[in-house]
């Protein structure tokens, strides 16, 4: 039946909730990791040209190399029986799936395709081209 209602914690001393660090999800962990990964790679692929603009147009070009590679490995996945719940395979949607979801929605699927991660691939690998032209024309 429970206890009556003038019980209450009077009786019982109980100990006030520890608050608990929150971190972040993990999704900005691995979206973290891919941008350190690519400011690590840009550093280390400049070509002895010591510009802010070569260095940003490193990091934008590795992050979207990156990502679209992310990408192909995860349309390569889908076509195997590979368990979804392995960490990998976590992190490979946790990357992805903040760029496919929105495409998704706005693209439809033709006769069961999915032709929303190759627009995404044709987009990132443009991404990089139209920054360094735009930033040719600004200096």
């Known amino acids: 039946m429970g206890r009556p209602w003038w019980y209450d914690s009077y009786w019982e001393k109980q100990e006030k909730k520890r608050r608990r660090l929150r971190m972040p999800n993990h999704k900005i962990w691995v979206w973290l990791a891919l941008v350190a990964l690519s400011l690590l790679l840009s550093a280390v692929g400049i070509d002895f040209q010591l510009t802010w ?73 443009f991404i990089p081209t139209i920054i360094d032209r735009l930033v040719f024309l600004l200096t």
């Open 53 to 125: 603009s070569a260095f940003l147009i490193g990091i934008v070009y590795y992050f979207c190399r990156i990502l679209a590679l992310s990408i192909f490995i995860r349309v390569l996945l889908s076509w195997f029986g590979v368990r979804p719940y392995s960490w990998p395979v976590i992190i490979l949607y946790d990357l992805t799936s903040p760029v496919l979801d929105p495409l998704r929605r706005i693209i439809p699927t033709f006769g069961g395709f999915d032709f929303s991660p190759m627009l995404a691939m044709i987009v990132l690998f």
